[in-house]
């Protein structure tokens, strides 16, 4: 492990067989090193690949909680200069192995966003919203640098040299769903040098049915959500990006906070607005604006 260049970091439940397509998407090379956490799979689904460079870490039902610990875990066995994530139903395009050659030996960029498709059970492709926010990075559109730092948080999307997470302390929530939308905004707040790739290099699988994220994320408790979205917007600020989300429409709009009282809403709506400094004008004002 001391040659260690790239880690990748893998969670994984319950789809051995779309993993194994994913890890064989990753070159065997000697300086890459690929962690599987294994999300409390179950008996018969647990991952059972061999491969040089591979760490399986099993979870069990006590240490289990989503994506967003897994890949936490995976970020404590990693080794790399350069840290890269997948999902096991996902997988790497042939373009990989030259991106990976390009940047062995760099050392002056701290994150490079990565050009991705998305695909169906149907077999259709189709360039996902990352793939045009680095296009307009190269075209030198007006923002389109802060759109690229605030607009792509999918871990995927991204390689970023490991001593920018670790120097900075960025982990993954560990809640349901949206678990890696604060560490992708924080690696980018904290990565200074940035480089883009316009060949696609990752496909992320997107059924034309509601998936089980989908399903997962209905479950978020809405404290969660509330505060997710408030972290956000206080980093969006810090980071002088303009687009920020009306917590009215999530607060008394939102099929989230059906289940709370109108007192408790109105309470939760005045703490949030009182800790981002936002006005309830403006606020309101831009809910009515978007709708």
């Not at 994984?12 to 990753?26: F, Y």
Request: hydrophobic share 35%; glycine share 2%; aromatic share 10%.
């Amino acid at each position: 492990m001391e040659n260690i260049v790239f880690t990748f970091i893998i969670p994984h439940k319950n789809c051995p067989e779309l993993l194994q397509r994913c890890v064989d998407s990753i070159p065997q090379r000697d300086d890459i090193q690929i962690v599987v956490i294994d999300d409390n799979s179950e008996v018969d689904k647990k991952p059972t690949l061999q491969r040089e460079g591979l760490e399986v870490i099993l979870l069990n039902s006590e240490q289990s909680k989503g994506a967003g610990r897994a890949r936490n875990v995976g970020l404590d066995y990693a080794k790399g200069k350069w840290l890269l994530f997948a999902d096991a139903d996902d997988y790497f395009s042939e373009n990989l192995p030259s991106l990976l050659e390009k940047y062995k030996t760099d050392e002056t960029t701290d994150i490079v966003y990565l050009s991705a498709s998305k695909f169906d059970e149907k077999g259709t492709y189709s360039l996902l919203n990352e793939s045009k926010l680095v296009n307009d990075y190269l075209q030198k559109h007006p923002n389109a640098e802060l759109r690229l730092r605030c607009e792509i948080w999918t871990p995927w999307s991204r390689m970023i040299k490991r001593e920018i997470v670790l120097n900075n302390h960025i982990r993954f929530d560990e809640i349901p769903a949206a678990n890696d939308k604060m560490f992708g905004l924080l690696s980018s707040k904290f990565s200074k040098t940035i480089a883009v790739e316009r060949k696609v290099i990752y496909y992320y699988y997107r059924p034309s049915f509601n998936s089980q994220t989908d399903n997962k994320r209905n479950k978020l408790m809405f404290d969660e959500i509330l505060d997710l979205r408030s972290r956000t917007v206080s980093l969006y600020k810090e980071m002088g990006y303009k687009s920020i989300p009306s917590f009215f429409e999530l607060v008394f709009c939102s099929d989230y906070s059906k289940n709370i009282t109108m007192s408790k809403k109105i309470v939760l709506y005045c703490q949030v607005l009182k800790k981002n400094h936002i006005s309830m004008l403006n606020d309101v004002s831009r809910y009515i604006i978007k709708n």
